[in-house]
Structures are given as structure tokens and as C-alpha cells.
């Protein structure tokens, strides 16, 4: 009813019906990236893009720079681009043999280009040299490539995911997707119940960076 009235309200004010859905939906959308993080970000892509380009030049001005080579791989994973970020990756193997995050970022490439067994092999490592890299995603990305190859590992994966990660909100929610994609609806649901329930547990502080993760949770357990 609420949003009805304030529909009427812009309507009021405005006198188009087309420009008032315009702006109750800009209403919307900020209230929702202030405080809940549902919607993606407009802005994030045109960033990505600039720290791209400033990442570009500042490899040609100096190609031994392999800080900015790491993060330009890192982005360019962001956009999907894997093969590129890939050759990256190899360029500066040596520099960053011993970072978890770095042989992640390599077999996340490898397992996108269809390069399963060595993705694996990598990830693996990674997660050798930091049990909690990037807080247990491998092991989901592990799982979720594994789902329709071998479901008894991928359910191997998704049992390490739960021992790292068991008392955040985010962490049921990937949980959820993952069984969703091997076909366990009932164990799929049952994760998002234990986000939403994970999420009211928080303390006040706590739930602003949770909150998406529990309004997502809400939305997918409906579906």
C-alpha cells in the first residue's frame, strides 16, 4: 500500500505516469544500495573499467611492475576475461609463488576455460597455503564445476566450504546455491533458512554487511 501512495505522490508532483515509475524505481534502487545491496552496482563497471585503463598504462610505462599486472588479472577475472588474465597470471608466476590469493585467481581461470583437472590442481594449492583463502569460495567454485562431473566430489567440496565458513549469513546463501545446482531443492532450501537465520543472530553492527545475503536467501527459498 505504502509503495501505491508513494507512486501517487510522484505521480502528483510529476504528471507523468512514466517518469513517476522512473523515479520511484531511482527511490528504490538508492534506498536498496544504502541499505540492503541487492541490486548491482551501476557505478562498478564504469570503475572497473578506469582501474583497467590505469592498470594498461601504468604496465606500459613500467612492464615490470607486477603489482599492477596482479591487479589488473584480478579485474579482468571480474570481467570474465579469463584467458587474458591468465597469461598475466603466468608472466608473474615467480614474483607470486607463495600467495594463496594468486594460484586461486589461476585456477579460477583454468577452471572457466574448460581446464577442470588443472583448475583443480591449483585451487587445491591455493587452499594449501591458506586453509581460509577468500574465505572458502574455492571450495564452492570447486563444488559447483564438479556438480554435474561428480556429485559425490562436489558434495566433498561443499562439506570443506562448511567447516571454514559456518556462522555467516553470505556463506549459507552460496551453500544454497550450490546444492540448488546438484539438485537437492530440500537441502537447497533448508541453507537458505540457516542464512536467514544465521542473519537475525547478528549482532546490530554486523547485519548491515549481511543483510543482502539474507534478503537474497529470503527471495530464493520463495522460488
Known amino acids: 500500500m505504502s509503495k501505491f501512495l508513494l507512486f501517487g505522490l510522484i505521480f502528483y508532483i510529476i504528471g507523468n505516469p512514466f517518469i513517476a515509475i522512473i523515479v520511484l524505481f531511482l527511490i528504490f534502487y538508492l534506498l536498496d544500495r544504502r541499505f540492503v545491496g541487492v541490486f548491482p552496482s551501476i557505478t562498478k563497471p564504469f570503475k572497473r573499467m578506469r582501474s583497467i585503463s590505469k592498470n594498461r598504462q601504468q604496465i606500459a610505462l613500467n612492464p615490470n611492475d607486477v603489482t599492477s599486472k596482479f591487479d589488473l588479472a584480478r579485474l579482468l577475472i571480474e570481467r570474465k576475461k579469463y ?123 554486523k547485519k548491515r554487511q549481511e543483510r543482502r545475503w539474507a534478503v537474497r536467501s529470503f527471495f530464493r527459498k520463495l522460488l
Do not use: C
Not at 574448460?114 to 583448475?119: D, I, P, R, T, V
Not at 591455493?126 to 577468500?134: H, I, R
Open 83 to 205: 584467458r587474458e588474465a591468465q597469461q598475466i597470471l603466468v608472466s608473474i608466476e615467480s614474483s607470486y609463488d607463495h600467495s594463496a590469493e594468486y594460484w586461486d585467481m589461476v585456477g579460477t581461470t583454468e577452471i572457466h576455460q574448460g581446464q577442470l583437472e588443472q583448475g583443480e590442481q591449483h585451487t587445491l594449492h591455493a587452499t594449501k597455503l591458506n586453509p581460509k583463502v577468500k574465505y572458502g569460495q574455492p571450495y564452492l567454485r570447486l563444488a559447483s564445476a564438479y556438480k554435474d562431473k561428480d556429485q559425490a566430489k562436489a558434495l566433498q567440496y561443499v562439506e570443506k566450504f562448511q567447516d571454514i565458513q559456518s556462522s555467516s549469513s553470505e556463506s549459507f546463501y552460496y551453500l544454497g546455491l550450490v546444492y540448488g545446482k546438484l539438485g537437492r531443492k530440500d537441502d537447497s532450501k533448508e541453507a537458505y533458512r540457516q542464512s536467514i537465520d544465521v542473519y537475525r543472530s547478528l549482532p546490530k553492527y
